[in-house]
């Protein structure tokens, strides 16, 4: 099975195929696993009316990072689904605000654990699934809900996803993956939820093989396409935020 | 004297028991990873899939693989572990969080509360605040008693849309320690120098001794 | 000349395509590993989790941590991953294995078959059959074409407690390579020596050329 | 958080505890991953009325191993949950056989993925799921199913266990658990599902801290006690199965 390797050229090349109207969902929790150099690409590419998930659509922290709310300002995206769209201070504006207040990109909110759920539900072909999470909020007004041993559940639904970016500590040829500390976050389940999964991996990409099976935290048949991530400045690392 | 974010955040510390595992929520809440808790021994977990982190990275050693809820880089203490996002909700919601401490806009006194929208906002700050207020054992809020402009924060029933119904364990502000009790809130403790009446005035419903 | 198990599995292994993933029950099917698939790669996948495996250990070389489904003690090959039990069927679900190759009772001409439970056993062994006949791409099954007694398994429809319906590609058994088509089976191939005429009449319903 | 190490003194101590009508998960598949020394140990123990989740109910290879079965015939076992209550050829008489032929004990067949699901489901908060494993057959009589973007799904319930005895291959003091190759299989999600959770050890029990947080497994907080294997004759070891 090591015979074909997944590494293609670059960033560029990674994401040349993604259409206009694609589901995008984009890894990382804060700075640790995001795919800066996905998204740099993917608004270089210049996909239109995209729908894009990811935890938050960003540019609350300086120094700006490539983010949603980048793709957002060049008129890429359609719609975000996130469990923050908004910042966590209420004096913060996010790039994406004023885009989503005057009504030129639509979001859907959804609680953080129910985000991470529906993409594993996705991957798992689960279609549906009960949460006790967001019952008696606003946001389960006008939806279905469900006793269950005395306890009242949310039905939430699967979130499939075309493409997913990502971003690895480690990979080997095969496409297994390994996150270091926090960078796990929802890539694994991004890697599930998607039909083509794009990784931008930090350390030269490994023979299959070198990773240890028991090692995998991602496994290679869920992945199609990896690149390395060059040394900046030419690739974009995490960077230490500004105090606020 | 009322109590200053570091206080509070001792105060609360003190309601831990050995062995809890402990979700701390991002602003206010993460000062408690820093807080001496003597004979006790608690381990900490944030909703990003990180168990058995210890306080903030001294400056110039921070590990940019590894954040809190907060996005601050912390250090791991030994015998930690990561997950990814799916298995740390499975965590929270499996009912595996003694508490989560979380700030809040608002708590009311049938233990509602609200810390994800503000008024005449479109959008809202989720994160993982829903999922931990309704699994967590126990949800203690950290928060101002009230607002900038005077207004109470500790009221009868929640005006802003609320995060969970009828979980608040105990809320510390600025002025002492306080738990709904259905009909209003009853004072566990009170800041050095602030008074039951202080409290009071303070609270848009009834605080009792 | 009937096919031989080995000769079963070398045809159906014919049938595979370059990249994709191979999921092999229990039995016959476990003979697979081993066909040689010159320039083609297929990567087998093992409901227990194992993604990567190769052929059967040499004796005496086992590692009693290794077992594929049938628990036969197996190598891995470069590339191979482990997963736990639930993100082995989120796979399988998820609908990732190009074909399922699995043993069975009874195929039937609407493409439902059956290979859990024999007649009048209380119980039955399901074991990953139900999960991977309701989301593999692809069903393959292996089979005698005849019960000892010499009954035709392939039917109408199945009178046994079926797998899963409607969800049969293709059939190997002695005496050929058969396709549910609704009405009956059509023939792909038959075992050298092999007739249509002695297909028909070793199956219940309409075979066709 | 490492002060405190899980580690008990014996078998025997660590199921001293669990007591009557007691809902038991039993990891492994095949031999990788059986708790062969702590079913043992249950089977001295004697606790009774037990519903006792695992795979198989075991004993179709030789050499026969600790598994459900030994306990049926111990006369503890109310009710099996498993994928298989019977064996997969025809000819075989699994030692569980005659019991529930008789109806001296209770079963409950389900699927393996869906068994999967259950557990990791009951340990994850998510009261229920939709699946489409086992729609059409005779397990969904009487069920109810529901039609999701065309498709016909079945809803299943979390599986909820009190005890988990697992076998793992690492473990730190605080839990924290490594399996070998095939032996993970169902063990993590009996890990999540279950209040208190017993792991035999095959390697001495290391330090907390000494396994790399990116290389657990299973999280130390859901461990409750820990007893290294000792060798054989002592322990009890997964071993060659006769052909047949």
Chains 1, 4 share one sequence.
């Not at chain 2, 990275?57 to 250090?75: C, I, M, R, S, Y």
């Not at chain 2, 829903?130 to 101002?144: P, Q």
Request: net charge negative.
């Amino acid at each position: 099975m090591a015979r074909r390797s997944k590494v293609v050229a670059d960033f560029d090349a990674a994401v040349a195929d993604i259409p206009d109207g694609a589901t995008i969902a984009i890894g990382g929790f804060a700075q640790p696993g995001v795919p800066f150099n996905l998204v740099a690409a993917l608004g270089r590419q210049g996909a239109k009316r995209l729908t894009c998930i990811a935890n938050t659509t960003g540019g609350a922290h300086k120094p700006r990072m490539p983010d949603i709310g980048m793709l957002v300002e060049n008129g890429q995206v359609a719609k975000v689904v996130c469990s923050f769209t908004a910042g966590t201070r209420a004096s913060d504006v996010l790039p994406f605000t004023p885009y989503y207040e005057r009504g030129e990109v639509d979001a859907e909110i959804v609680p953080q654990g129910t985000l991470a759920e529906r993409l594993r539900a996705a991957g798992a072909g689960i279609p549906a699934f009960y949460t006790p999470t967001a019952v008696g909020t606003e946001l389960a007004e006008g939806r279905e809900t469900r006793v269950i041993n005395g306890r009242e559940y949310l039905l939430e639904y699967a979130l499939p996803v075309d493409v997913a970016l990502l971003r690895a500590h480690q990979a080997d040829e095969a496409g297994n993956l390994r996150f270091r500390r926090s960078q796990r976050n929802f890539n694994p389940l991004m890697a599930m939820a998607a039909k083509l999964v794009l990784v931008e991996v930090e350390q030269p990409i490994l023979p299959a093989g070198a990773i240890d099976p028991d090692d995998v935290h991602t496994p290679g048949i869920l992945v199609h396409r990896l690149v390395q991530v060059p040394p900046p400045p030419d690739g974009i690392w995490p960077m230490k935020r500004e105090a606020r | 004297m009322p109590w200053s974010r570091q206080q509070m955040a001792e105060r609360l510390a003190r309601e831990f028991q050995d062995g809890w595992i402990v979700n701390l929520g991002v602003g206010m809440p993460t000062l408690i990873a820093d807080v001496p808790l003597g004979e006790r021994e608690v381990i900490f977990h944030s909703e990003n899939g990180v168990i058995g982190y210890g306080p903030v990275t001294p400056p110039g050693q921070e590990d940019l693989h590894l954040v809190n809820a907060g996005g601050q880089n912390v250090t791991l203490l030994p015998g930690a572990a990561i997950v990814h996002h799916a298995d740390s909700f499975a965590l929270i919601r499996g009912g595996r969080m003694d508490v989560t401490v979380m700030g809040a806009y608002e708590a009311a006194a049938n233990g509602d509360f609200a810390n994800w929208k503000v008024k005449g906002a479109k959008g809202g700050g989720i994160g993982g605040a829903m999922d931990l207020a309704a699994s967590a054992k126990r949800v203690f809020l950290m928060m101002e008693h009230r607002t900038r402009d005077g207004s109470p924060r500790l009221l009868q029933r929640c005006t802003l849309p609320i995060t969970a119904r009828g979980v608040v364990t105990l809320v510390a502000t600025d002025l002492g320690l306080f738990a709904p009790t259905g009909e209003g809130f009853a004072v566990r403790d009170l800041a050095p120098g602030a008074t039951l009446d202080e409290a009071r005035a303070a609270t848009a419903c009834p605080v009792s001794d």
